[in-house]
Each structure stands twice: as C-alpha cells, then as structure tokens.
C-alpha cells in the first residue's frame, strides 16, 4: 500500500508519459483538443477516485490501460453532454498519433494560456481585444460601438497586446 504523497508521484509520471496517448484517445472520440485534454484530466480524477489504483503502483502497463479505457468513456461521455454524437469508430486512421496528439496538447495548451490572460485585461480592453483581434472589425467600428475616438481603441489595443504577450511569456506559451 502507498501513502497518499507516493500515490500521487506516481500517478503524475504516469501521466505525463502517458498524456499524448491518452488526448489522442480523446480526439478519435470526436473532441476539439481543449475538449479532449478536459476528458483526460477527468479521466485521472476517475482514476484517483478508484479504491483499487492504490493496488496498481509500479504496475504502470495495467495502470496505462485502465487509464485509457476511462479516458475513452469520458469522452464519449463529454461528446454525449455536448451533442456532439459522432459513431464510434476503431478505424479511424491516424498518421503520426504521437505527434498529432502533442501538437494538440499544445494548441489546448496555449489556448488556455491565452483565455485567461485575456481575462486578466480589464474589461475596456477585453472589449477592444475581442472585438478587433477575434470578431476582426475595424477600428472605426469598435470605437462606435464603445462610444470613443478610433485613436483611443488604437491606445487599448496596443496595450493590450503588451500586456498579454507579457502574460504569456509569464506563461511560457509563444504569443
């Protein structure tokens, strides 16, 4: 038997050499990489949550598995909450699972990073942000829409865009 402390070491070095395996499960379940890593790390918590994983320490093959199949579940489960009903198909082919599962760990990753650097701008800036970076309307427009002069939406977004690539180099995620 593991104390708690040993149980948790071992499980974070399961995971983390078995994370873009487990994300690229998620994937040919049908979920968008934030979607996916969200079901793996359900996934663990299931795992953590079994009265028997204590018994798999150092048995880190059985442990993968069982890992994998419950990776599987949650996210068919999550495809199900979402209406996102795809068939379940074991043919899906994959060319590089391991790199197209890293890559989009990291897209996952980084957009995280990136929501909530943008919640940390205030909400003028968030605004501004949003609506000339994502929507991609002009700065004209955004400065009608908020009630302010177009040099003004110019001053925010340029701040913003400093703050966030600061964030983000906080964050240790390319801008």
């Known amino acids: 038997m593991c104390e708690p402390s040993c149980l ?4 974070t070095r399961l995971v983390r050499a078995e994370r873009p ?3 690229a ?5 049908g979920l968008p990489d934030a979607d996916a890593l969200d079901a793996v790390q359900e996934a663990v918590l299931t795992f953590l949550g079994r009265t028997d ?3 798999l320490v150092d048995r880190d093959a059985e442990a993968a598995r069982l890992l994998a199949a419950i990776t ?3 996210a068919r489960n999550a495809r199900r909450r979402h209406h996102r009903a795809r068939p379940h198909d ?3 082919e994959v060319v590089d699972e391991a790199a197209d599962a890293a890559a989009a760990l990291a897209r996952a990753e ?3 990073a990136v929501s909530a650097c943008v919640a940390q701008l205030g909400a003028g800036q968030q605004r501004v942000v949003i609506m000339r970076l ?3 309307i002009s700065g004209d427009d955004v400065a009608a829409a908020l009630g302010t002069t177009p040099g003004n939406v110019a001053v925010m977004l340029h701040r913003a865009r400093e703050r966030l690539q600061a964030c983000l180099r906080d964050a240790e995620v390319a801008p």
């Open 8 to 11: 948790v070491a071992w499980v």
């Open 21 to 23: 395996r487990l994300v």
């Open 25 to 29: 499960i998620a994937r040919r379940e």
């Open 53 to 55: 994983s204590n018994a």
């Open 72 to 74: 599987r579940n949650a």
């Open 90 to 92: 074991a043919e899906v």
């Open 110 to 112: 980084a957009r995280i």
């Open 134 to 136: 994502l929507d991609e």
